[in-house]
């Protein structure tokens, strides 16, 4: 079986490489990243007692709680993380500076096998459903304590597992521990294979969320920027809603005298943003290219800086979920800063989250554009009525923290 899946994973690439590099050559991606992810490195090999896999921005910061615990726990432990993209690789250099950063290894046997020499880990914790075969046996091979960490199952992704039971069953027995964000996540993972013996419930790691409370580089020139008016973040805005918002914003910031600021979750959304802002003739100025002068809507074409930014907003909207096949993104974080939220309907990514915020009351579901802009101008317009949806979404925070600390005493255990 295992034959097979390497075939497979060789064909996918050979058939995948062409799209690599004419990416590689126009936006810089994929081609700096290439010998690490086949397992080449520079640097002399060294043993790490923990391996830490975060795919992207969003799993290394959740990471960052779990591995802070397990450091005050057990100081000298010497730490390996992994991410597979760039702006994963670039946050987590941010998060854990004494720890060794690296790219992922590809699944194949021989990357895996040279990431292993390379860093010889001892315990391997993956944040989230990150199911790879030969990284999965490969490290039990080599007695490498495997843990899966903040373990979800989402809506999409649950019949595709069912349906590749047999194989996804042998990959999840060799772990010691799955740890499931909730009870339907575990039901899930029993269901496709993994031994209900090792799989417990253990909540979201993300609601373990830290707020960075460091200045923000551009806080002065944005305070200015912004020149006291009330502020409406759409973050991490997906195609499509970016289409719908910006026909609407003229008037909202004439009837609101409002400042919005828009973080598109995609690079590739960051010219397209740019030209509808300018077909609309709204005021705008875009991160990276500062300058100084009035306007009324940033666009965040850079990355890592959205969450420090949710300090500035009076009202928020959690992008990726107004239209379907998206399935949402974490509100965290402008909920730990005291800021109300709304999001669509479509959360899937975020289910039990976003279950959580609307049952507290905690959050706002919108349905269209019009919804989401209505709801900021509530927020606006009435402080009390902001002041009171900001201390529920952050007092909601605040009351289901707890997965780091759980997760990090599973890894303290395993290195033992």
């Given amino acids: 079986m295992f034959v097979l899946y390497e075939v497979l994973l060789y064909l996918a690439f050979v058939l995948a ?10 936006r810089g991606k994929y081609l700096a990243n290439f010998p690490a992810r086949m397992g080449f490195y520079r640097t002399p090999a060294a043993a790490h007692d923990l391996w830490i896999h975060a795919v992207s921005v969003g799993e290394t910061m959740a990471a960052r709680p779990v591995v802070e615990e397990v450091l005050r726990r057990r100081p000298a432990t010497t730490i390996v993380v992994t991410t597979t993209t760039i702006t994963g690789q670039a946050q987590a250099r941010k998060l854990f500076p004494d720890a060794t950063v690296t790219y992922f290894p590809f699944d194949f046997a021989a990357s895996v096998k040279r990431f292993l020499r390379q860093h010889q880990p001892h315990v391997f914790a993956t944040m989230e459903t990150e199911i790879w075969p030969n990284v999965t046996r490969l490290s039990r091979a080599r007695g490498v304590r495997m843990l899966l960490a903040n373990g979800r199952i989402s809506d999409r992704s649950f019949p595709r597992y069912r349906l590749m039971k047999g194989l996804v069953g042998r990959i999840l027995r060799k772990y010691d521990h799955i740890l499931a964000r909730e009870e339907t996540d575990r039901e899930r ?14 909540g979201n790691v993300k609601f373990d969320y830290i707020l960075d409370g460091r200045p923000l580089e551009i806080g002065p020139q944005l305070e200015a920027l912004i020149a006291g008016r009330k502020v409406l973040i759409l973050g991490s805005t997906m195609e499509g809603e970016d289409e719908a918002f910006v026909p609407l914003l003229e008037r909202f910031i004439a009837a609101h005298n409002a400042f919005v600021i828009i973080g598109p979750r995609k690079p590739e959304r960051f010219d397209v943003v740019a030209a509808l802002l300018t077909a609309s003739k709204i005021r705008f100025v875009r991160r990276s290219e500062w300058a100084d002068g009035a306007a009324d809507v940033l666009l965040l074409d850079t990355f890592g800086e959205l969450a420090k930014i949710y300090r500035y907003a009076t009202a928020s909207f959690i ?40 049952r507290e009351g905690s959050a706002v579901e919108s349905r269209s554009a019009g919804d989401v802009l209505a709801f900021a101008g509530r927020m606006f317009d009435d402080d009390s009525a902001r002041a009171a949806a900001g201390e529920r979404a952050r007092r909601t925070v605040e009351q289901n923290r707890g997965a780091a600390e759980r997760t990090a005493s599973r890894i303290i255990e395993m290195l033992a």
């Fill in 17 to 26: 490489l062409p799209y690599f590099l004419l990416t590689g050559a126009l």
């Fill in 189 to 202: 993972f029993i269901a496709i294979g993994a031994p209900a013996s090792i799989v417990e419930t253990s």
């Fill in 319 to 358: 992008g990726g979920s107004l239209l379907l096949p998206t399935g949402g993104h974490n509100p965290i974080e402008p909920a730990a800063a005291g800021v109300p939220v709304t999001f669509g309907p479509y959360m899937s990514n975020f289910r039990e989250i976003a279950e959580i915020f609307l």
